[in-house]
């Protein structure tokens, strides 16, 4: 609790100490960056601390930190020094006054999502499985780094090769607040969905102030239906984009109960599961059913049989436990029987390849990263997002109007060439240090928030000047210049990094199925879809514009994936994937695939009308109602409605890509292409949608509104059933995830509530736990030698909890992110001779090569290599003796 104290008074005094810079910064914003501040804060904090100990300027330890701090602090005060209209300090006080109920809700909204999350990894904490090692790895390795660039800790002297900017800030938090890294763990987990709650909330809270200011507040007219009570209709974007899930849950809900299976023997079916009792129909006729058309893992295999109808067995629970009994008829009638069900939800697009081979797809989505609880970078990523999707609209708004001119080149009387846009440099510079950071934090993010700004400033020119060609200079001088000073400001991150990228790869036999796609979807389909046609009764549109850059635009990357595909055919890999489809040639493919994506067209054609309606509406002269009072009107009239629009086809576009092409890496397929473009489309729609449901729940009227509402309803509860089931599941009904019991009567004690990861290790590793801890408090840094063994295993746990460096930890990951096993070398076959050799000069040799300080043999060692301790025992030093672990040291 005190931890999380911290942590909650440090990121808030945080917030406060940007919001003057903010407020500045962001002048077309309502909130003038409010919700945002925290965020703000802890990037810019972040990337001067980064940047001052990676040129030398600072250490990293306390006193870099308080120096950095200071830095953004100086910031914040020259923002306001000068007394200009609207930016001095008493229009902050006065801005924060008159808004008072706004930054109420905000503060409320952030500490109970803070908390939420923060209980709910309280109830989970330990820090196994999945990538959760790597990333503890990663915040130690930080901490324990005396400079930047901080070392690998699963491959001792190398760098992190990685996107760490993520796990920099969270070391940051932990040294600033005394926090241990296995407890630090959990709070950014938390605080990144605190930070990402109010992000959306106040992206969704501008976004309908701006459209209510266009509707008439700065007409003198009354505003239409006011939105919208932006302050409450905004609490709808973190619900969406954090909560709601896809529609996974309902259907592993109806399988469960045998709904759809009717006919099957020894299977109920949909009258017997409700208790009315209507017979089975006969087998020997059974349909070809619901689940084996739907082809998803796990549900198309028939479920156990269910013994009742749920009103039966409610009534059972009822009369054996009272109210007590709701729980556990719940579980036994709803959730389903599987371990870690919930794990489906996040692999619902299943690829078969023409030879009827499965190949795993990732499909992740917000809420499932938060009941996962891995601190991956695109968690870690999404506040930072949410904060340029703002900075975007500000500059849509028109909040750095302005001119900012890098260099002018005359070379005649009549030829000059001058590199200028219409930003302010102030924004420039912002713009460029948040993108710069989005590459820093998650790499993938990089480009479409980069393409996304670049778009947005052409719809704001296109409000300015109209539609024409001298878009596309003005386009790329800006771009051209942003690109670099995000990457230069961000050099020495890049001097280190490399990446299993092998270019682009045409997608030739997976098409996406659209029920795959709308079970992934359907619930921010269904309003955004409602949305463009809603707009249709007062909104121009371009439809032939729209639809002929949509439904073009496709056919066109279908047309170069397949030319891509047979150039392919032509290598020897190529020839080897043909054989791999079971058919005779590229053309015999070619046409099955084209029989295949035309069999699972309503896909293709849900994503067409997306493109198609927004491309439409954008296109149109003039955009929107606020140009007819031509093209210099008051940005604050501005309507965000175009804005809105390019997050719809901008995550339609993410979608559509992955369908035809794909990043080429070690996995060989587009498993991680989908994951990241739809985790970016899952938030862009989740704000496009909120914005719509907001909309249309305040301009319609009569029995439409009462139609509307009640298909939001059912979206939001369907969505709602992977949170309110799978976090349940993960924490094991709020019980004790790792259950302890009294030593003297072997009984479980009451459940135990910790932040600390871990724990799990103290209670069933107690002596690697008791060795890491004395190495964690008395041993100086240097490089462990310990077993080395698989990805996703119990290896690599000395490096990871004590911040060391490992000779080797997961082979696997470390050839993910160095793109090859080159710098590994043969420190597997080294590390198994060091441990199990008889000769000290060959183990000798070893220590020398890797410059190892420690060696650490525990039950894993000795279980691995049959550990011959002579040697070391008559060479070396014994720091640590307890149980089954000793420790040497290396003079």
């Not at 945080?14 to 914003?29: D, K, M, N, S």
């Not at 600072?58 to 120096?67: D, F, I, P, Q, Y």
């Not at 009462?706 to 709020?734: C, H």
């Amino acid at each position: 609790m005190l931890q999380f104290l911290a942590w909650y008074i440090a990121t808030t005094l945080l917030g406060l100490l940007t919001f003057p810079l903010a407020y500045r910064l962001l002048p077309a914003l309502a909130d003038r960056g409010y919700a945002l501040s925290r965020t703000l804060g802890l990037l810019l904090w972040g990337f001067i601390f980064w940047l001052a100990v990676s040129l030398g300027l600072a250490g990293n330890n306390l006193g870099g930190l308080l120096l950095a701090l200071a830095v953004l602090a100086g910031l914040a005060v020259w923002a306001n020094w000068k007394k200009a209209a609207g930016d001095d300090w008493k229009s902050v006080l006065a801005w924060l006054k008159a808004r008072l109920d706004y930054v109420i809700g905000v503060e409320v909204l952030f500490l109970l999502a803070f908390a939420f999350l923060a209980f709910v990894r309280a109830n989970n904490p330990e820090l196994v499985g999945t990538e959760k090692p790597m990333e503890m790895a990663f915040i130690n390795a930080i901490i324990h780094s005396p400079t930047f660039p901080p070392h690998d800790p699963w491959l001792s002297g190398y760098a992190i090769s990685y996107y760490y900017f993520g796990y920099v800030m969270t070391a940051m938090l932990a040294e600033i607040t005394s926090t241990p890294g296995s407890v630090a763990f959990n709070l950014m987990l938390a605080l990144v969905f605190g930070l990402s709650a109010v992000g959306a909330y106040g992206m969704l809270y501008n976004l309908l102030k701006a459209y209510s200011n266009s509707r008439g507040e700065n007409r003198g007219q009354k505003p239409a239906g006011n939105p919208l009570r932006a302050i409450s209709a905004a609490f709808l974007a973190p619900l969406f984009l954090l909560l709601v899930g896809n529609w996974e849950t309902l259907l592993d809900v109806l399988h469960k109960r045998g709904i759809g299976w009717t006919g099957q023997p020894g299977q109920l079916n949909f009258w017997t599961n409700l208790g009315v009792g209507y017979p089975p129909q006969d087998a020997a006729h059974a349909p070809y059913n619901f689940w084996t058309w739907l082809n998803i893992l796990d549900l198309k295999d028939p479920p156990a049989p269910v013994i009742g109808g749920i009103f039966e067995r409610l009534g059972l629970w009822w009369t054996t436990y009272g109210v007590g009994g709701l729980g556990k008829w719940f579980n036994e009638a709803f959730m389903p029987d599987r371990n870690w069900w919930w794990w489906r939800a996040s692999r619902v697009v299943t690829d078969y390849d023409l030879h009827g081979n499965w190949n795993e797809i990732i499909d992740e989505f917000p809420a499932f990263s938060y009941v996962l609880g891995d601190l991956h970078p695109h968690v870690l990523a999404m506040p930072f997002g949410l904060l340029v999707g703002a900075l975007a609209l500000n500059l849509f708004l028109g909040g750095w109007k302005g001119q900012t001119s890098l260099f002018k080149l005359k070379l005649t009387e009549s030829f000059e060439f001058s590199l200028d846009f219409p930003v302010r440099l102030e924004g420039f510079v912002l713009l460029a240090v948040a993108l710069g950071g989005m590459a820093f934090l998650n790499t993938w993010d990089f480009p479409i928030y980069l393409a996304l700004v670049c778009c947005v400033l052409v719809l704001m020119l296109a409000n300015e000047h109209g539609w024409k060609w001298d878009l596309i200079e003005e386009t790329l001088k800006f771009a051209v210049p942003l690109v670099l000073l995000s990457v230069v400001l961000y050099v020495p991150f890049y001097i280190g990094f490399s990446s299993q990228a092998g270019g682009i790869v045409p997608n030739v036999v997976f098409p996406t199925r659209a029920s795959h796609l709308w079970i992934m979807f359907g619930g921010l389909f269904v309003p955004l879809l409602a949305f463009l046609v809603y707009l249709f009764r007062r909104q121009g549109a371009n439809w032939k514009t729209g639809f002929s850059l949509a439904v073009g635009g496709t056919l066109l990357l279908w047309i170069a994936s397949n030319l891509l595909g047979l150039a392919a055919a032509q290598t020897d890999v190529g020839q080897q994937f043909v054989s791999a489809q079971g058919v005779a040639s590229i053309w015999d493919a070619l046409r099955e695939a084209t029989l295949r994506r035309i069999a699972f067209g309503g896909g293709l054609l849900t994503l067409v009308l997306l493109i198609g309606g927004a491309a439409a509406y954008l296109t149109d002269a003039p955009q929107d109602e606020q140009l007819e009072t031509g093209p210099t009107q008051d940005e604050n009239r501005r309507s965000p409605l175009p804005f809105v629009l390019v997050f719809i086809l901008f995550g339609a576009l993410l979608v559509l890509a992955p369908d035809f092409f794909y990043l080429r890496d070690q996995f060989g397929f587009r498993m991680n292409t989908i994951f990241k473009f739809y985790y970016e489309a899952w938030a862009l729609w989740s704000i496009a949608a909120t914005f719509a449901i907001a909309v249309m729940f305040a301009e319609l009227r009569s029995w439409p509104k009462v139609v509307y509402s009640a298909v939001v309803v059912l979206l939001v509860g369907a969505g709602l059933l992977f949170p309110v089931l799978g976090i349940t599941n993960k924490t094991n009904d709020f019980a004790d995830s790792i259950p302890q019991k009294d030593q003297t009567t072997g009984q479980n004690l009451p459940p135990t509530w910790t932040l600390d990861g871990e724990d799990y290790l103290r209670l069933y590793s107690p002596e690697d736990y008791q060795a890491v801890q004395f190495m964690q408090e008395q041993l100086a840094p240097g490089v462990v030698a310990e077993a080395i063994g698989g990805q996703y295993s119990e290896y690599a746990r000395v490096s990871t909890y004590s911040g060391m460096p490992a000779v080797l930890g997961w082979p696997g990951h470390e050839s993910q992110w160095r793109g090859g096993d080159k710098e590994m070398g043969t420190r597997q076959a080294d590390i198994a001779t060091l441990y199990s050799t008889r000769d000290w000069a060959v183990a000798q040799a070893i220590l020398t090569k890797y410059a190892i300080r420690y060696i650490y043999i525990g039950s894993l060692e000795r279980g691995k290599y049959g550990v011959n301790e002579d040697k070391f025992a008559q060479h070396l030093s014994k720091v640590y003796d307890q149980g089954q672990v000793l420790i040497y040291v290396v003079p």
